[in-house]
């Protein structure tokens, strides 16, 4: 599933260190602004409590999840979308990117020098959307030009075209993000086309001290993120780049041992990794055999013959039917034959909408 989330920041918030932790890659990291300058790219697998729970019930030879990919982008400044510090560069970056993890700096520390001279999340925040509008705007003002005149020339698509840019300039310009513009379905397309920075979806990462984990919610930098998020419905997710840089080093019972010792349930990648994945809309599907049981990234509201064409294409082209059962019926049922027995597991056909959960076993003919 080629999607992925990158990672913005200003300089010196902990971008690079969040990315180390989660692809475990080595971006390298200093404090001086744009020491990555080309984005960084990591897979990482998605945690999912219940392919444990399949491969406990299955016991197959061997258990693989999916995966998600995060880009870590050089951190931009102030004048960015003039070309300022690398800024072009780091644009067309995000350009390329399906969504924005933005990385805010919550945590005071005088050895980690701030690009502004002092601590401010709100302030750090709007820096950076009000780049992508600038760049955003930019584009949509060059566009309008070339279309105005077919528009005059009553081209029924470039009045379409015309009435929507006009709506996305006059937003922008006010310094309103082009994902809050109130568009109907098919505008939502045209828009779609334009490929605008301020359209992508945006989950904001607080990072605390490693003192501060615990009582984050008292952080009054994180209290004025989730206050900001709130405005224009995004998620927010708190953690530490330095606690998660640790516990990125240890596995198995080492990593519960020391999560114990934080008086946390989970790491903040974790977290993190699933709200990116849940932002762009994905879920996940499993296949289940003795052979293997597999998670399958898949995007929401596809239909079971392209679910199965994301394991290989001549499934899709030979799809007959989906033998299918959900993840909670087939737990509570204790096995895939005591499912069927109980009438849980169905036949679905190429209408059926995959869900999340659902453990699958396509019949094809090729």
């Known amino acids: 599933m080629a999607l992925t989330a990158g990672i913005v920041g200003l300089p010196n918030v902990g971008k690079s260190t969040l990315f180390n932790a989660i692809t475990q890659a080595g971006a390298e990291s200093a404090n001086y602004p744009f020491c990555t300058i080309d984005p960084n790219v990591g897979i990482v697998e998605v945690p999912d409590y219940r392919l444990g729970k399949l491969t406990e019930l299955v016991n197959p030879k061997k258990t693989i999840p999916t995966a998600f990919e995060f880009t870590d982008i050089a951190g931009i400044v102030k004048g960015a979308s003039k070309g300022e510090g690398l800024g072009n560069q780091f644009l067309s970056h995000i350009r390329q990117v399906d969504a924005i993890c933005h990385v805010v700096r919550c945590f005071q520390d005088e050895n980690i020098t701030h690009v502004s001279g002092k601590v401010d999340p709100i302030s750090d ?141 989970e790491s903040g990648l974790d977290q993190l990794i699933r709200a990116a994945y849940s932002m762009l809309g994905l879920a996940t599907y499993f296949t289940a055999g003795e052979q293997e049981v597999r998670a399958w990234t898949f995007k929401k509201g596809i239909k079971a013959p392209q679910a199965a064409g994301i394991i290989h294409t001549d499934f899709e082209k030979g799809f007959i039917r989906a033998e299918t059962v959900s993840y909670n019926d087939l737990m509570d049922a204790g096995s895939m034959t005591a499912a069927k027995e109980k009438g849980k597991v169905r036949l679905e056909g190429k209408e059926y909408l995959v869900q999340d959960g659902d453990v699958m076993h396509f019949r094809f003919n090729v």
């Not at 080492?254 to 999560?259: A, I, P, Q, V, Y």
Request: charged content about 35%; aromatic content about 2%; proline content about 1%.
């Open 125 to 265: 925040i709007e820096t950076i959307n009000l780049e992508l509008i600038l760049a955003d705007l930019e584009s949509v003002t060059k566009r309008i030009q070339r279309v105005e005149k077919l528009a005059k020339q009553k081209d029924k698509e470039a009045i379409v075209e015309y009435e929507v840019l006009s709506k996305l300039k006059d937003a922008l310009e006010n310094e309103i993000p082009a994902r809050a513009v109130e568009l109907t379905d098919d505008q939502k397309k045209i828009a779609k086309g334009l490929h605008l920075l301020t359209s992508k979806s945006v989950l904001y990462v607080a990072n605390v001290g490693e003192d501060e984990l615990l009582e984050a919610e008292q952080n009054p930098n994180v209290k004025l993120v989730r206050e900001f998020a709130a405005t224009e419905g995004s998620e927010v997710i708190v953690i530490s780049a330095k606690v998660e840089s640790e516990i990125a080093e240890l596995e198995g019972e080492e990593k519960e041992m020391f999560l114990e010792e934080l008086g946390i349930k």
